[in-house]
């Protein structure tokens, strides 16, 4: 079955650069959201969209930036990066009616920044 | 804020054992979701719970869901090396799309 793809799998920056990084959901799924999860922590809600507009939001920094695009998938856009932004960043999505809260994952991209 | 905490942190047991861990909430939720996550990976579903009460069974592996939905229980029957991993759970609420709170996670070591 497919699975939900997100690329790139490892990236690196420096700080002060930007970041984009893409989701595609499983097919037919039409809610992507977004994840942060640090070292040794569980993984930290940042956003989510519906349909392609934001429908809810959460410890997102005002630097970041993300939208979904008519094809379903998303991007997570991050600007001024900092030594802490250094995480796993997970994209999960859902299908309509599926009871809404089941949410499948992809493989996260890991994000350095030095 | 809607709070799970997980226990035990950690378990190592051995190859064969049974055990049993837990997620607890004073809120409820309106579904939990179990998952189980290997270093530098996503999270992998292992099922969802929606029913107070309900009880799921995926192979050696039994979920259920307290009455008053704010807990849940995961137990592994003879455990087995490849179930070693870290395990999450979250927690939805009710309306549509809604956003997943986690658990700090459990991390279980079976060892041969």
């Known amino acids: 079955a497919a699975g939900v793809i997100q690329s790139p799998r490892h990236l690196i920056k420096e700080k002060r650069e930007t970041a984009t990084l893409k989701c595609y959901p499983i097919?037919?799924?039409?809610?992507v959201y977004w994840y942060q999860q640090g070292p040794g922590q569980d993984p930290q809600f940042l956003i989510s969209f519906y349909e392609k507009m934001q429908s809810d939001k959460g410890s997102i920094p005002d630097r970041f930036s993300a939208q979904q695009f008519s094809d379903y998938h998303s991007e997570l856009n991050m600007s001024s990066l900092e030594l802490g932004d250094s995480a796993l960043y997970f994209c999960?999505?859902?299908?309509?009616?599926?009871?809404?809260?089941?949410?499948?994952f992809g493989p996260g991209t890991r994000l350095l920044v030095l | 804020t809607q709070l799970l905490e997980q226990s035990p942190q950690f378990l190592s047991i051995q190859e064969g054992e049974n055990l049993t861990v837990y997620c607890n909430s004073s809120?409820?939720?309106?579904?939990l979701q179990w998952y189980r996550q290997e270093p530098g990976e996503g999270p992998v579903l292992l099922v969802t719970v929606v029913t107070g009460g309900e009880v799921k069974k995926l192979k050696r592996l039994t979920f259920q869901f307290g009455d008053a939905r704010k807990d849940s229980s995961l137990h592994i029957t003879a455990a087995q090396p490849g179930d070693t991993g870290l395990y999450l759970c979250a927690g939805g609420t009710t309306g549509a799309n809604s956003k997943l709170t986690f658990g700090k996670g459990i991390t279980l070591s079976v060892r041969p």
């Open positions: 097919p037919r799924h039409d809610t």
């Open positions: 809120s409820v939720f309106s579904s």
């Open positions: 999960a999505s859902s299908a309509p009616g599926q009871g809404q809260e089941t949410q499948y």
